[in-house]
């Protein structure tokens, strides 16, 4: 079914972006289904049972953001040498953005696609609300990733819609 692509979708990018990967170019021209609903197939036991299996294609421009990178000290003095190596988890204005081109894509191409939009939200929020212990004991460790990077969306999205009122 369509909103379980879009779930799915929701989930691929999250696990993406759970490993540090920012896509650059996250539209719906590059995610491919690998096994296809064969039409000829239909009965309706069989279509519940489908899942789409999704591959995310072209890599050219993305970038890693689980880096290591050189921050200045707390006082900005850039002469000093307290500077100190800092692990960056995650880089929730990259990873908005990755989301809004996609969401862009969906409304643009697909019409009346907002309901697929917000699937693909949902699978995102919940892969990163349910990473942990495989038995669940652990389900929302990173629930407050998710809600960074979904909150940023929101600040994404008013740029957007800003640009687009005044060009």
């Given amino acids: 079914d369509t909103l379980g692509v879009a779930y799915n979708i929701g989930t691929l990018v999250g696990k ?19 096994n296809p609903f064969q039409t000829s197939d239909i009965n309706q036991e069989t279509k519940q049972r489908w899942e789409a299996d999704l591959v995310l294609i072209d890599f050219g421009l993305a970038t890693s953001t689980n880096s290591t990178v050189i921050i200045d000290a707390p006082n900005g003095d850039a002469s000093n040498n307290n500077k100190k190596p800092h692990k960056q988890q995650h880089n929730a204005e990259e990873k908005a953005v990755d989301l809004y081109v996609l ?22 929020r919940e892969f990163f609300e349910s990473m942990g212990c495989s038995d669940g004991s652990s389900k929302g460790t990173y629930g407050h990733v998710a809600k960074a990077i979904l909150n940023r969306l929101e600040q994404v999205r008013l740029r957007g819609r800003k640009r687009e009122c005044f060009g």
């Fill in 16 to 34: 993406m972006h759970a490993a540090g990967v920012v896509h650059g170019d996250l539209t719906t021209s590059n995610i491919m289904v690998t």
């Fill in 103 to 124: 969401e862009r894509a969906f409304l643009s191409t697909h019409p009346e696609s907002e309901p697929l939009v917000e699937e693909v939200l949902k699978g995102y």
